[in-house]
T-cell receptor, first 114, second 112 residues
């Protein structure tokens, strides 16, 4: 059973640029959630994708967008990068079932905006 | 609005003793609580959880206690081991909502 894999592990971008982060979900999981973890903070929910559609969103502006593909992998896109977007971005996969609260997190992508 | 709070940023405990990590929440709609453990350069890993219909859940060395009236939960680790040194996050969710709301974490250091 493979876990959640994220790429790249580290990334440096310039303010105003766009970035795409990728996530492969754990085998058997059909739901992907994205979280942003700023330094010294807990992870903050960005959004979730289920059946290739957004299924819940946190307090993040529209320049944060995502995709889920038929194989359940996912992308997080951030446009017009700001310095405050510097953070660890975590992807978590799960099986969409109200009785199953099992999330598996990836190791994250460390994004630095300069 | 920090709905899940971990007021102790750090905690040091002697090996073999009990570690107690605390978490408070403000949203009475939360019905499921989880603890995650995070090592540097790794993602959070699930440790233990508890439903709001229970007040205690135990798994080996780990026990979570929930006091709904006080909106407080705690994680007990006994005996503490050096490998338990990590950042611990408390998280909560409401029924039917996949979103997890995390606290800011407590860094636990086990002193050999």
């Amino acid at each position: 059973e493979t876990g959640v894999t994220q790429s790249p592990t580290h990334l440096i971008k310039t303010r105003g640029q766009q970035v795409t982060l990728r996530c492969s979900s754990q085998s058997g999981h059909n739901t992907v959630s994205w979280y942003q973890q700023a330094l010294g903070q807990g992870p903050q929910f960005i959004f979730q994708y289920y059946r290739e559609e957004e299924n819940g969103r946190g307090n993040f502006p529209p320049r944060f967008s995502g995709l889920q593909f038929p194989n359940y992998s996912s992308e997080l896109n951030v446009n017009a990068l700001e310095l405050d977007d510097s953070a660890l971005y975590l992807c978590a996969s799960s099986l969409y079932d109200l009785g199953n609260y099992g999330y598996t997190f990836g190791s994250g992508t460390r994004l630095t905006v300069v | 609005d920090q709905q899940v709070k971990q007021n102790s940023p750090s905690l040091s405990v002697q090996e073999g003793r009990i570690s107690i990590l605390n978490c408070d929440y403000t949203n009475s709609m939360f019905d499921y609580f989880l603890w995650y453990k995070k090592y540097p350069a790794e993602g959070p890993t699930f440790l233990i959880s508890i439903s709001s219909i229970k007040d205690k859940n135990e798994d080996g060395r780990f026990t979570v206690f929930l006091n709904k009236s006080a909106k407080h939960l705690s994680l007990h680790i006994v005996p503490s081991q050096p490998g338990d040194s990590a950042v611990y996050f408390c998280a909560a969710r409401t029924f039917g909502n996949e979103k997890l709301t995390f606290g800011t974490g407590t860094r636990l250091t086990i002193i050999p």
